[in-house]
C-alpha cells in the first residue's frame, strides 16, 4: 500500500470517528435528567464550576469553605493530550462533558482544579447537597438515628484486664449508640438530626455519591445504555475516582472540627508500636465502612483465638523435645551395634544404592518431636479448637451485626452490578413480586453459563494436580534433600497462584453475578479450589500416597508401567510432610509481606521523587491522595484468601507440624499491623460499603474444619508411625507373637523392617554391586512381609493386618468421638447469645414505638384539633345548617 493510500484511509477514519463523535453528543444530551432545576427542555450540557488552588493543603471543602468534597473524579485534559489523534480526544471529552452534565443533573454539585504539578490533570470535586442525600438514602435504605440507646449495658468480669489493651478513651472517644432505622424523607422529623452537616457521616456521604457515580448514564448507542464510572476509568476517560482521606497520616490537623480519624487510625492502630492493643474497631468501621470493619474484626477474633491453640502446640512439642532421648526406636536406629549392622535396600532403579540405617540417625531424633503421643492429644484438641472458634465468631459477628446495625440488611440494600445491569436485555416475571424485570440472560443461558463455569474449573484441577505429581517427581530427584523439594514446590505454586486468579476471574466475568456480593463469593468459591489444590497437593500427596503404594524391592510398582513410584526420604514422610509445611507456610507469609509493604512503598517512593517540585509547592489534600496507590476491585478479597489458606495450614495437617498456631499467631501480628498501615498510609481511601458478615468465606472455613478431622487422623494412622508402635508394644513385644516378658518397645525397628534377599532383584531394578558389602546377601525395608524362603515369601504378614485394622479403628474412634463433641460444642453454644437477642428485640420495639406510636398521636392530636372546631362551628365547611 501506497504512502498517499494509506494518508487517505486515515482521513476517512477520522471523518468516520467524528460523525460517530457528533452522534454520542446527540444521544447524551438526550440522557440528561431534568431535575434539581433543569427544564426538559434544555439540550446544552452543564458544566462544572471552575476554581483556582486556594493554597489550603489539608482543605476537605469547595474554595467556598462551606460545601464538602465527597468525591473526587481525575481526568487527563484532552487538549494538551498529545499522544492520541484528536478525534479520539475529542470522543472522550464528550463522553466525559455528558457524564458530569448528567451527575449535575442529578443533583451533585461539581468544582474542577487543574493540578498544581501536573497541568494536564484536572481534579473534578463532587459536592452532595442535603436533599440529594436525603433522596438516596431512602433508596438505598441506609439506617440512620432515631434516638440515643438508653439500653443499658454490662460490664464484663474481665472488663478490667481488656482496659489495659484497649486504646485510650481520651484519645479516641467511643461512638455514641443509636437506635436507628432506615431513613424515609416522610418521617424527616422522627430522625434523630441535631446538625445537617454530620447527620451523613464522611463515609455514608461517599457511599451515596458511589451509588449515583456508578448509575449516571454518559451514552446511549443501538439502545444500550453506557452508564457508570467503573466504565469510564476502564476506558481511560477518567483516571481515578475516591473519596478523601480526611487528613494527613502524621499528622493532625489544626482545625478543631476535623477530628483526623486517619491520623488517629495510623497513630493507635496501624504503627507499630500498637501491636499489643486492641483495635478500634468502631473507628475503623465508621472511617472505611463495615466492609472493611469486619475483616480486621474477624481477623483479631482469629488472632485471639490462635493463642490458645499456640500455646497448647507448644506445650506438645516441648514435650516431644523433652522426651525424645527416652525414644527407644531412635536409640536403635543410632546404635552402631543394631541400625550399624542393617544394611537397607536401594529406594530406585539402578542409580540408588544400598545405604546404611544409621545414616537416618539424626532424622529419627527429630521426629521423635513430632511423631510423639503429645502429637495426637494436639490433633484431638485442634478438632475441638476449630469448632469452637467457628462458634464463637458466629456469636461476635451477631453482636457486630447489632452494634453495626447490619441486623436487618436485606438483599434489596446492595444494588446491582453496573455490568449486570448493562446486560439487561431479557424480560421475566418475579415470582415474588410478579413484575416484570430485566435480566441478562434466560434460564437456559444461565444453565449454560453455570455449566462452563463449572466445567472450566474441573478442567483446570486435575490439570494441576497431574502436574504436580509429575514436577514432585522429576524435579525432585531422591537424592535431593526435603528442603530443597519444598522450596521448588513452593516456587512452583507462586507461579500457578498468577495464571489460576487469571482463570478464575475470566469464568466469573463470564457468569456475569447480579451484585457485588454474588460476584465476589462466585470468584472466592473459584479462587479457593484452586489455591486449595495449588497450595495443599503436594501436602496430600506427601502424606497419603508418597511410599504408601510402592511394592518391595524384588517387584517395585511402576507408574504408567514406566516410573517407579517414589518413595519416602529415609528419615520419613512425616518429617518430609513437616519441613514441606514450614517451608510453605514461612515461604508464603515472606512473600506476602514483601508484596503488601514493599511494594506500595516503592511505588510510592518512585512516585515522590518523579514530583521533583512537590517540596517547593503547597499540594491539596485531593492530589496527595491521587499520588497514593489504588485499591483494587477486589478489596480485601485476596487479605481473607491468604487467611483462609493460612487457616487450612494451621487446621489439616497439624498432627505433623504443632508449631503451625504459633507460626500463625506471629505472622497475624504481623499481618493486622501491615494491612492496617498499608490502607491508611500507602493507598487512596476506599468506598465505604455495607456487610453483614464475611460472605462465602464463613461455609468454606466450615468445610475445612470437617475435612480438618479426617485428615488428622489419617495423617496419626498412615503417615506417621504411633499405630505400629502402639500394636508392637501391646501385642507384639510380648508372646505369643514376640519373646520379651514385658510390654517394651526393645526389637521394634528389626521387627518392622522386612528381609529381601539381594538375589531376588529383577534385571531391571538390579543396583550396582558395592565392593563394601562383601558376602551381604539380604537387605531391608520398610514393610510388614514375610522373609526369603518362607512358604508365603514377600507376603504381608500377621503383623500388617493388624496394623491396617488398627489404623482403620482408629480413625473411625477418633473421627466419631472428635464429631460427637463438635456437634455439642455447637448445640451448646448460640449462634447469637441471649444479650445480643434482647438488644435486638428491644431495638426493634423501640423503633415501632417512635415511627408509629409519634405519628398516631399526631394524627389523635389533629383530629381533636378538628373535632373542636367542628363543635365551636369555626369551620365553615362542616358548620351545621339550620332551616
Known amino acids: 500500500m501506497t504512502a498517499e493510500n494509506q494518508d487517505v484511509l486515515l482521513e476517512v477514519e477520522e471523518e468516520e470517528e467524528e460523525e460517530d463523535g457528533e452522534v454520542v453528543l446527540e444521544e447524551m444530551a438526550q440522557t440528561i435528567v431534568p431535575s434539581y432545576g433543569t427544564t426538559p427542555d434544555q439540550q446544552k450540557l452543564h458544566t462544572s464550576e471552575w476554581a483556582e488552588f486556594d493554597q489550603k493543603p489539608d482543605s476537605l471543602f469547595f474554595n467556598d469553605g462551606q460545601r464538602r468534597i465527597d468525591f473526587v473524579l481525575v481526568y487527563e485534559d484532552e487538549s494538551k493530550n498529545e499522544n492520541r489523534k484528536k478525534s479520539v480526544n475529542k470522543k472522550q471529552m464528550r463522553k466525559r462533558q455528558a457524564y458530569e452534565s448528567n451527575l449535575i443533573s442529578n443533583g451533585l454539585q461539581l468544582e474542577a482544579t487543574r493540578s498544581v504539578l501536573n497541568e494536564k490533570l484536572i481534579f473534578v470535586k463532587v459536592h452532595a447537597p442535603w436533599e440529594v442525600l436525603c433522596t438516596y438514602a431512602e433508596v438505598m435504605h441506609i439506617k440512620l438515628p432515631l434516638k440515643p440507646n438508653d439500653l443499658k449495658t454490662r460490664d464484663s468480669a474481665f472488663n478490667w484486664f481488656s482496659r489495659l489493651l484497649r486504646v485510650d478513651e481520651n484519645i479516641i472517644k467511643p461512638e455514641q449508640e443509636f437506635f436507628t432505622a432506615p431513613f424515609e424523607k416522610a418521617r424527616i422529623s422522627d430522625f434523630y438530626i441535631q446538625d445537617k452537616d454530620i447527620f451523613f457521616n464522611p463515609a455514608t456521604r461517599s457511599r451515596i455519591v458511589h451509588f449515583i457515580l456508578s448509575r449516571v448514564e454518559y451514552a446511549v448507542k443501538d439502545n444500550v445504555k453506557k452508564f457508570g464510572i467503573n466504565r469510564l476509568l476502564d476506558s481511560g476517560i477518567y483516571k481515578a475516582a475516591f473519596p478523601l482521606h480526611d487528613s494527613r497520616f502524621n499528622r ?18 496501624a504503627h507499630p508500636r500498637s501491636f499489643y492493643k486492641l483495635q478500634p474497631l468502631d473507628l475503623v468501621r465508621k472511617y472505611y465502612g463495615e466492609k472493611i470493619g469486619i475483616y480486621f474484626a474477624w481477623l483479631g477474633f482469629y488472632t485471639h483465638m490462635l493463642i490458645m491453640a499456640a500455646v497448647v502446640g507448644l506445650a506438645c512439642f516441648l514435650y516431644g523435645y523433652i522426651t525424645k532421648d527416652n525414644c527407644t526406636w531412635s536409640q536403635e536406629v543410632c546404635d552402631p551395634n543394631i541400625g550399624g549392622n542393617i544394611i537397607m535396600c536401594p529406594q530406585c532403579d539402578h542409580e540408588c544404592t544400598y545405604w546404611n540405617l544409621t545414616i537416618t540417625c539424626e532424622s529419627s531424633k ?46 434489596q440494600e446492595e444494588y446491582i452490578r453496573p455490568e449486570y445491569e448493562a446486560r439487561c436485555t431479557h424480560v421475566v416475571t418475579n415470582e415474588i413480586t410478579q413484575q416484570e424485570e430485566h435480566v ?51 516456587i512452583i505454586i507462586m507461579i500457578l497462584n498468577i495464571i489460576y486468579e487469571k482463570v478464575a476471574i475470566m469464568i466469573t466475568d463470564f457468569e456475569l453475578p447480579r451484585t457485588q456480593t454474588d460476584y465476589e463469593n462466585s470468584l472466592t468459591m ?88 512537590r517540596s517547593e509547592k503547597t499540594i491539596p489534600r485531593w492530589e496527595q491522595d491521587y499520588h497514593l496507590q489504588p485499591v483494587g476491585k477486589l478489596g480485601l478479597f485476596y487479605e481473607y484468601l491468604e487467611m483462609v489458606i493460612q487457616f ?23 499481618e493486622i499491623r501491615v494491612d492496617a498501615w498499608k490502607i491508611t498510609t500507602q493507598f487512596r481511601r476506599m468506598v465505604p460499603q455495607k456487610a453483614q458478615d464475611i460472605g462465602a468465606w464463613q461455609p468454606i472455613m466450615q468445610g475445612i474444619a470437617i475435612l480438618a478431622v479426617v485428615t488428622n487422623a489419617m495423617i496419626i494412622a498412615f503417615t506417621s508411625d504411633m499405630i505400629p508402635r502402639l500394636v508392637y508394644y501391646w501385642s507384639f513385644s510380648v508372646p505369643p507373637y514376640g519373646n520379651h516378658s514385658n510390654y517394651t518397645m526393645k526389637g521394634y525397628i528389626n521387627n518392622t523392617l522386612s528381609v529381601f534377599n539381594i538375589a531376588d532383584f529383577k534385571n531391571g531394578s538390579k543396583p550396582v554391586s558395592l565392593p563394601w558389602l562383601g558376602n551381604q546377601t539380604t537387605c531391608r525395608y520398610r514393610d510388614f512381609r514375610y522373609p526369603p524362603g518362607h512358604q508365603h515369601q514377600y507376603e504381608h504378614n500377621i503383623y500388617y493386618w493388624h496394623v491396617i485394622a488398627a489404623k482403620l479403628s482408629f480413625i473411625i474412634v477418633m473421627e466419631h468421638v472428635i464429631y460427637c463433641v463438635k456437634f455439642i460444642v455447637s448445640y451448646v453454644i448460640p449462634d447469637v447469645s441471649q444479650k445480643t437477642k434482647s438488644k435486638i428485640k428491644r431495638e426493634k420495639y423501640l423503633t415501632q414505638t417512635l415511627l408509629h406510636e409519634n405519628h398516631l398521636k399526631v394524627m389523635k392530636k389533629n383530629m381533636g384539633k378538628i373535632a373542636d372546631r367542628i363543635w365551636k362551628g369555626e369551620d365553615g365547611t362542616f358548620r351545621p345548617k339550620f332551616d
Request: aromatic share 18%.
Open 648 to 670: 487450612g495450614f494451621v487446621t489439616l495437617f497439624v498432627a505433623s507440624f504443632p508449631l503451625a498456631p504459633l507460626l500463625a499467631l506471629v505472622n497475624n501480628l504481623l
Open 252 to 269: 493532625r490537623l489544626e482545625d478543631p472540627n476535623c477530628p483526623s480519624e486517619r491520623y488517629l487510625l495510623y497513630k493507635e492502630w
Open 526 to 613: 473459584k479462587m479457593f479450589l484452586f489455591q486449595f489444590v495449588n497450595y495443599y497437593s503436594s501436602c496430600f500427596y506427601i502424606a497419603f500416597f508418597k511410599g504408601k503404594f510402592v511394592g518391595y524391592p524384588g517387584d517395585p510398582v511402576y507408574w504408567l508401567g514406566k516410573y517407579r513410584n517414589e518413595e519416602c526420604d529415609p528419615g520419613g514422610c512425616l518429617l518430609e510432610l513437616t519441613t514441606q509445611l514450614t517451608i510453605i507456610m514461612g515461604g508464603k507469609a515472606i512473600w506476602n509481606n514483601v508484596q503488601e509493604v514493599l511494594l506500595p512503598w516503592v511505588k510510592n517512593l518512585i512516585g515522590r521523587c518523579r514530583s521533583a517540585a
Open 366 to 411: 527429630k521426629l521423635c518431636i513430632f511423631d510423639s503421643f503429645g502429637t495426637l492429644v494436639f490433633a484431638v484438641f485442634m478438632g475441638i479448637w476449630v469448632t469452637l472458634f467457628l462458634e464463637f465468631w458466629k456469636r461476635r459477628q451477631a453482636e457486630l451485626e447489632y452494634e453495626w446495625d447490619t441486623v436487618e440488611f436485606l438483599e
Open 440 to 490: 441478562p440472560y434466560t434460564a437456559c443461558g444461565k444453565c449454560v453459563r453455570m455449566t462452563f463455569g463449572i466445567s472450566a474449573v474441573l478442567f483446570w484441577l486435575p490439570r494441576h494436580i497431574n502436574g504436580t505429581e509429575a514436577i514432585q517427581k522429576y524435579l525432585t530427584p531422591q537424592a535431593a534433600t526435603s528442603v530443597t523439594a519444598s522450596i521448588i514446590s513452593f
